[in-house]
């Protein structure tokens, strides 16, 4: 069974950085995609970042130049390194991972605000 237990959110002013860390465990070498969502009240979960075991990433536009994801394969932990925050991008971020069989697995999520 996929465990995924996130640690690094908190409270920060806007411009401040904060690292956001996922480890996943239970299906380490059938992890494909491991990335990040976030959610806010009243909206849809969204991607914001994510990562293939190759190294190849995606960015939501709103994040690009800020947010730089990594990944530790041996570890099958994921990373995201947050930058130049702004209180938009306050949420609860949800580590995700997908499978090679298409399986998606999501932790409980961390909460990230950022402060005028």
């Known amino acids: 069974q996929v465990q995924l237990v996130e640690s690094g959110g908190g409270l920060v002013q806007a411009g401040g950085s904060l690292r956001l860390s996922c480890a996943a465990s239970?299906?380490?070498?059938?992890?494909?995609?491991m990335g990040w969502d976030r959610q806010t009240p009243g909206k849809q979960r969204e991607l914001v970042a994510s990562i293939t075991r190759g190294g190849s990433t995606n960015y939501a536009d709103s994040v690009k130049g800020r947010f730089t994801i990594s990944r530790d394969n041996a570890k099958n932990t994921v990373y995201l390194q947050m930058n130049s925050l702004k209180p938009e991008d306050t949420a609860v971020y949800y580590c995700?991972?997908?499978?090679?069989?298409?399986?998606?697995?999501w932790g409980h999520g961390t909460q990230v605000t950022v402060s005028p």
């Open positions: 239970g299906s380490p070498y059938s992890t494909n995609v």
């Open positions: 995700r991972i997908v499978l090679y069989s298409g399986f998606n697995s």
